[in-house]
């Protein structure tokens, strides 16, 4: 489900698996107790080896954003297949957040 590696200041945050209604909160929850905790100045959401996104994916990525501009902290989505980024841009959200695309697609 969720995974995170801090060092130097970075938080990421790996995310696996679906991410719907039903496991949205959960990651949501978790990232945002790491915010707090651990004060990063930077906060990177890799989407590896998310298998599905639906609009409680959009809300999960557009809530951290806003959450990390509030506290001054850089916020990065990485590692999105194609199908991601389609998504994203149908939602408009890569006119605002930094997003990187992989290589290879899934």
């Known amino acids: 489900m969720m995974e995170f590696d801090y060092s130097q200041g970075s938080l990421v945050v790996y995310i696996r698996g679906d991410i719907d209604h039903h496991?949205?909160?959960k990651i949501r929850e978790e990232a945002d107790m790491l915010l707090v905790q651990l004060a990063p100045e930077k906060l990177i959401l890799d989407l590896n080896d998310v298998s599905f996104m639906d609009s409680s994916g959009l809300g999960?990525?557009?809530g951290r954003y806003k959450k990390a501009k509030a506290a001054g902290i850089d916020f990065l989505v990485t590692n999105c297949d194609r199908r991601i980024i389609q998504?994203?841009?149908?939602a408009g959200i890569e006119r605002i957040i930094s997003i990187e695309e992989r290589i290879t697609n899934k």
């Open 23 to 25: 496991t949205a909160k």
């Open 87 to 90: 998504i994203f841009e149908m």
């Open 60 to 62: 999960l990525v557009l």
